[in-house]
């Protein structure tokens, strides 16, 4: 059982930086492809970025493109989501994914395992 843990989230204001963190454990996080989601309220869950097993493959939805980066600490289990000059429309419940196909090269992924999430609020 892979158990996923977000952190890192809180609130700041329109043009600061976050970083996220999600620790995993209980599975073999170094071949596992890694997402990040947001969701808020009333709206479908939305897709952040991806990336693969060893850090060689990466994907970003559009309106985070240049402003946000992934990375992964395999040794550390723990992926990361780097957020710089936040905007109020960043404002969302954040979650990290997991899809434990070994080594799945992507760039698309079945995720199927998920964490609780944690909330970032930017103010204008």
């Known amino acids: 059982q892979v158990q996923l843990v977000e952190s890192g989230g809180g609130l700041v204001q329109a043009g600061d930086s976050l970083r996220l963190s999600c620790a995993a454990s209980?599975?073999?996080?170094?071949?596992?492809?890694m997402g990040w989601f947001r969701q808020t309220p009333g709206k479908e869950r939305e897709f952040v970025g991806s990336?693969?097993?060893?850090?060689?493959?990466?994907r970003y939805a559009n309106s985070v493109k240049g402003r946000f980066t992934i990375s992964r600490d395999n040794a550390k289990n723990t992926v990361y989501l780097q957020m710089n000059n936040l905007k109020p429309a960043d404002t969302a419940v954040y979650s990290c994914?997991?899809?434990?196909?070994?080594?799945?090269?992507?760039?698309?992924?079945?995720?199927?395992?998920w964490g609780q999430g944690t909330q970032v609020t930017v103010s204008s």
């Open positions: 994914a997991a899809d434990t196909f070994p080594r799945a090269s992507g760039p698309f992924y079945d995720f199927n395992y």
């Open positions: 209980g599975g073999a996080f170094s071949t596992y492809a």
């Open positions: 990336i693969n097993w060893n850090g060689s493959n990466i």
